[in-house]
């Protein structure tokens, strides 16, 4: 299963842009790049994926390298609420093989 | 809707004995996931479901560790002879097939399992 490599750690001050990196050099063509977040006793939850192209939605933007070995999540304005664990996961849909392998993310730490 | 839901929110056991984790999926989701989680650790995988068969068991640390689905929707995580390193928080998601893709898993918040 291909790996990813994050910062155990990151701090932000609230209503600030907060970029967090994920690198994944050993990515294959078929590896999707999902970001989940985990708040304090709370199971995981969807953040973004994307293959190729840089994607939004209504929580954060993906951006990802032109060579597909790296990612960056950006939430435009961090807030209070998003302080949590957030993981970087590549997905193969190869063969059915649809498991996530989480490691062990980045903690966000908001700043009042 | 209704998300994942998990019964019991907490368990405490004694080592050596048997114990039963359920996991109601989202109505209709036909991929099933399960995984453990220790304190400061991400989640690891155990073993996902497509309907009632499992797909991959790959993650099942041994035999003492079994799992079924046997109708396609709930699905429970069985554990015998437990020992007090199986202590973790037992995490179960659901996805669904969205043409030929899966959508994103939604997780429930867990069942506690403390072997003491």
């Known amino acids: 299963d291909a790996k990813t490599t994050q910062p155990n750690s990151m701090e932000s001050n609230e209503e600030e842009p907060v970029h967090l990196p994920c690198n994944h050099s050993?990515?294959?063509?078929?590896?999707?790049i999902h970001w989940y977040r985990q708040l304090p006793s709370q199971g995981p939850e969807y953040v973004i994926h994307?293959?190729?192209s840089n994607v939004n939605n209504r929580m954060a933007s993906l951006a990802i390298a032109e060579d597909r070995k790296s990612s960056t999540l950006i939430l435009h304005r961090a807030t209070l609420r998003d302080a949590a664990v957030y993981y970087c996961?590549?997905?193969?849909?190869?063969?059915?093989?649809?498991?996530?392998?989480f490691g062990t993310g980045t903690r966000l730490k908001v700043l009042a | 809707g209704a998300g994942v839901s998990q019964t019991p929110s907490n368990k405490v056991t004694e080592k050596g004995k048997y114990v039963e984790l359920r996991c109601d999926p989202i109505?209709?989701?036909?991929?099933l996931y399960w995984y453990r989680q220790s304190l400061g650790q991400g989640p690891e995988f155990l073993i996902y479901?497509?309907?009632?068969?499992?797909?991959?068991d790959s993650g099942l640390p041994n035999d003492r560790f079994f799992a079924v689905r046997p109708e396609g929707s709930v699905s429970t995580l069985k554990i015998q002879r437990t020992e007090r390193g199986d202590s973790a928080v037992y995490l179960c998601?659901?996805?669904?097939?969205?043409?030929?893709?899966?959508?994103?898993?939604?997780f429930g918040q867990g069942t506690r399992l403390t072997v003491v």
């Open positions: 996961i590549l997905r193969d849909t190869i063969g059915g093989t649809y498991k996530y392998i």
């Open positions: 109505s209709g989701h036909t991929a």
């Open positions: 479901f497509q309907g009632t068969g499992a797909a991959d």
């Open positions: 998601a659901s996805s669904n097939l969205r043409g030929s893709k899966y959508t994103e898993a939604f």
């Open positions: 050993t990515i294959s063509g078929t590896d999707y």
């Open positions: 994307g293959l190729t």
